[in-house]
């Protein structure tokens, strides 16, 4: 089975431009999550989607950062416009049911 | 609400030396633990896991138990190669909902040099 496929890999944006991660979770999935670990720090929740609907988003650190999971296939986690602290790296994770979380390879977001 | 405090790394170790890294945690509840582990340049993966007190977790050498009277989980190996070198990340999960998401722990550098 193909696991949880996240890009880029890698993306260097300048302050105030806008960046699209998008995040391919493994089919069948209900459950999409996205985390991030900035600085080196702990890996910190943002949202959950449960097939396309928003089960809590609780960790989205402010309303520059949209998530969408339209269809309940992929996921796309927008920053706009993008500021310093928001660089480190972003996680997608899918799980079904109450099964172990299956984890992306991240994307390494720099902000300069 | 829900914490897990890692031992402060990073760690360097020689091969073949005894590892563990601890791990405590906070939660309402009795929640389900793990242990993940991040290789240079991929993905965090599953190492280990245990779902309720006094199981251990084990995969790879690795082992953990879920101690409930110390809430803590911590990870043992009883000699560690160079190939064990990652981010290890201590997490739990809480039980009473579907779905519902990991905590982690702040992660503990491991070096294991020849």
């Known amino acids: 089975e193909a696991g949880v496929t996240q890009f880029p890999s890698h993306s260097v944006i300048e302050k105030g431009q806008t960046v699209t991660l998008r995040c391919d979770p493994i089919?069948?999935?209900?459950?999409l999550y996205w985390y991030r670990r900035v600085m080196g720090k702990e890996i910190k929740f943002l949202l959950h989607?449960?097939?396309?609907?928003?089960?809590?988003e609780s960790g989205m650190p402010n309303n520059r950062f949209l998530a969408e999971r339209t269809g309940g296939t992929y996921s796309t986690l927008k920053v706009q416009p993008a500021e310093l602290e928001d660089s480190g790296v972003y996680f997608c994770?899918?799980?079904?049911?109450?099964?172990?979380?299956?984890f992306g390879n991240g994307t390494r977001l720099t902000v300069t | 609400g829900d914490s897990v405090t890692q031992m402060e790394g990073p760690v360097t170790l020689s091969e073949e030396a005894f590892l563990t890294i601890n791990c405590t945690y906070t939660?309402?509840?009795?929640?389900?633990l793990f242990w993940y582990v991040q290789y240079p340049g991929e993905g965090l993966q599953l190492l280990l896991k245990?779902?309720?007190?006094?199981d251990k977790g084990s995969n790879k050498g690795f082992e953990a138990t879920y101690r409930k009277e110390t809430t803590s989980f911590h990870l043992e190996k009883g000699s560690v190669q160079v190939s064990d070198s990652a981010v290890y990340f201590c997490?739990?999960?809480?039980?009473?909902?579907?779905?519902?998401?990991?905590?982690f722990g702040e992660g503990t550098q491991l070096t294991v040099n020849p």
């Open positions: 989607f449960v097939k396309e609907s928003k089960q809590d």
């Open positions: 089919s069948g999935h209900d459950n």
């Open positions: 997490a739990l999960r809480r039980k009473e909902t579907s779905g519902s998401r990991l905590t």
């Open positions: 245990a779902t309720k007190a006094d």
């Open positions: 939660a309402t509840g009795y929640p389900s």
């Open positions: 994770a899918s799980s079904q049911g109450h099964s172990p979380l299956h």
